[in-house]
C-alpha cells in the first residue's frame, strides 16, 4: 500500500513538472528575454504586457508579416515605425531588412505600446485595443460611447471583432505569464 501512493505521488510530481515545461515551451514561451526587459524597463512598461503582446502577435517568430504587411516579433506596421520615429526623433532609418531585427522591432513595439498607454491614461485595455485597431478607432469608439474611457474588462464586444478576440488573448497571455513567470528577470 505504501510503495503505490508513494509510486502515485511520484507520478503526480513528474506529471506536474512535465505540465509546467510544457506550458512554458508551448503555451507561453519567453524568447528574446533580454531586450524585453531592457526596453520594457526603458519604456516603463511591464514586460509582462510586452511579453503577451509579443505571444499573439507572432508567437515569437521574428520573420513573422501579417496580412496587413505588419513585420517581426511585434507585428509593427511601416507607419507604425515611422510614427514612433517621428515622436522619438529616431536618427535610426528602418529598412525592410532591419524591422525584422528583434532589437529594432521590440524596441519600436514597446516605443509605441509606451505611447498608447500614456495616451490612455496608463489603461492597458485601451492601449491594447488601439495597438490591434488603431487610435482612431479606439478614440471613435469612446466618443461615440462604445467603449469606455476607463475600459477594464475583457468582457465586452467591440466594433471589430478582431479586437475583442486580440484584448482577450493579450490579458490572459499577460495575466499567464505572471503567474507561470512569478520572478521574471534577466
Not at 509510486?7 to 508551448?26: D, E, K, M, Y
Request: include cysteine.
Amino acid at each position: 500500500m505504501k510503495k503505490k501512493v508513494i509510486i502515485a505521488l511520484i507520478a503526480i510530481v513528474v506529471a506536474f513538472i512535465l505540465g509546467i515545461i510544457s506550458i512554458r515551451t508551448f503555451v507561453l514561451p519567453i524568447k528574446y528575454k533580454e531586450q524585453v526587459l531592457a526596453y520594457s524597463e526603458k519604456y516603463n512598461i511591464d514586460p509582462y504586457l510586452v511579453l503577451a503582446v509579443i505571444n499573439t502577435e507572432s508567437r515569437f517568430d521574428k520573420e513573422a508579416t501579417s496580412s496587413k504587411d505588419a513585420k517581426g516579433l511585434m507585428q509593427v506596421t511601416d507607419a507604425t515605425a515611422q510614427e514612433v520615429n517621428e515622436i522619438t526623433n529616431s536618427t535610426e532609418v528602418l529598412t525592410e531588412e532591419n524591422i525584422y531585427d528583434e532589437d529594432i522591432n521590440i524596441e519600436i513595439g514597446c516605443q509605441y505600446l509606451a505611447s498608447l498607454i500614456e495616451r490612455y491614461n496608463g489603461n492597458y485595455y485601451l492601449a491594447i485595443c488601439a495597438y490591434n485597431a488603431g487610435i482612431g478607432n479606439v478614440n471613435k469608439w469612446i466618443e461615440e460611447e462604445k467603449v469606455s474611457a476607463t475600459l477594464d474588462t475583457i468582457d465586452i464586444e467591440l466594433p471589430f471583432s478582431e479586437t475583442t478576440n486580440y484584448l482577450k488573448k493579450v490579458i490572459s497571455n499577460y495575466k499567464n505569464y505572471k503567474i507561470v513567470y512569478p520572478n521574471l528577470s534577466i
